[in-house]
């Protein structure tokens, strides 16, 4: 078993920041260094108990997605080994979680897209018939595939506090129209691809989270991860069943049990039991040998 890294510590670089699950360093004026750690959150909280080999599961389903796609957009990588860059006694703390990757400047959305209605989408289904304010025709399910992919925008938010969705409208005010037009086209069309391979590979992807960033010329780059049991809702086809909600190859299990024991979904979380964490370790697996092999 792989000893879980809940933090890393790279004194050779300038830490910038800690988010939920990454750790982000400063290479030069050009380049950064991002450490996925086996942190896991819940309900917008980091939770006490890593998942060990998560960062590096995160890492490989990210660098799969990120070449698989490319001829859609470019990516955030630089191609610098990670190893090259730290001190010889860090190593272990980058080898297979790690990515050098280009400074580029983050845009202020999050860039969802939704295949099927789930999560705070059916919610406000029930209550307008409605996503983020797109209407959606009447009776469908909880988990129905919806009649196209929707692109349905939201706030970044600051670790502990929750991402807010928001209208297409105001994505236009905060990026300008032609980038915000940019971005919906670009995501929906990484969604479509991904979404019709991993079909190919018994998973459905139910929804996704993209970040996407500008260097000085204003190319448009996806940052961040890619279509990761993290940033995505995947589902095993063969389990799949509209009007519920199928399980999940991501942190559902955590969330689940978390749900069970009557947690107020405030810090601090509670130290997850052996197994739940192993059992989560084995989802995150799963999801990367189904889409890899």
């Avoid at 190893?83 to 050098?100: C, M, P, S, W």
């Avoid at 969802?112 to 999560?119: A, D, H, Q, S, T």
Wanted: aromatic share 8%; glycine share 6%.
């Amino acid at each position: 078993m792989t000893e879980a890294l809940f933090q890393s510590d790279i004194k050779s670089l300038k830490l910038l920041n800690r988010g939920k699950v990454r750790d982000i360093y400063e290479v030069d004026g050009e380049k950064l260094l991002i450490v996925t750690t086996d942190r896991l959150s819940a309900f917008d909280v980091v939770l006490p108990t890593p998942i060990p080999g998560k960062g590096q599961v995160l890492t490989s389903v990210s660098n799969f997605w990120f070449e698989k796609l490319k001829h859609i957009i470019p990516n955030q990588l630089t191609g610098v080994a990670p190893e090259f860059i730290v001190a010889d006694d860090e190593k272990n703390q980058v080898t297979g979680r790690a990515l050098v990757v280009k400074r580029l400047k983050p845009l202020p959305i999050e860039a969802i897209v939704r295949g099927y209605l789930v999560g705070s989408g059916w919610k406000e289904y029930q209550k307008n018939q409605s996503v983020c304010s797109i209407p959606l025709p009447a009776g469908l399910r909880e988990a129905d595939k919806l009649p196209q992919p929707l692109f349905t925008p939201s706030t970044k938010a600051e670790v502990g506090a929750h991402d807010e969705n928001i209208s297409f409208a105001k994505a236009e005010e905060l990026l300008g129209e032609e980038l915000a037009a940019k971005v919906q086209e670009v995501a929906i069309a990484l969604y479509r691809e991904a979404a019709e391979y991993a079909a190919t590979k018994g998973i459905i992807i139910a929804d996704t989270k993209f970040e996407f960033g500008l260097d000085d010329a204003g190319t448009l780059y996806i940052i961040d991860e890619a279509l990761t049991p993290d940033s995505s809702r995947f589902w095993p086809a063969d389990q799949y069943q509209p009007g519920a909600n199928p399980p999940s190859f991501d942190k559902q299990y955590v969330r689940d049990w978390l749900e069970s024991i009557g947690w107020n979904k405030k810090p601090p979380a509670p130290e997850l039991p052996a197994d739940v964490a192993a059992r989560t370790g084995e989802k995150y697996r799963e999801a990367l040998d189904r889409l890899t092999k």
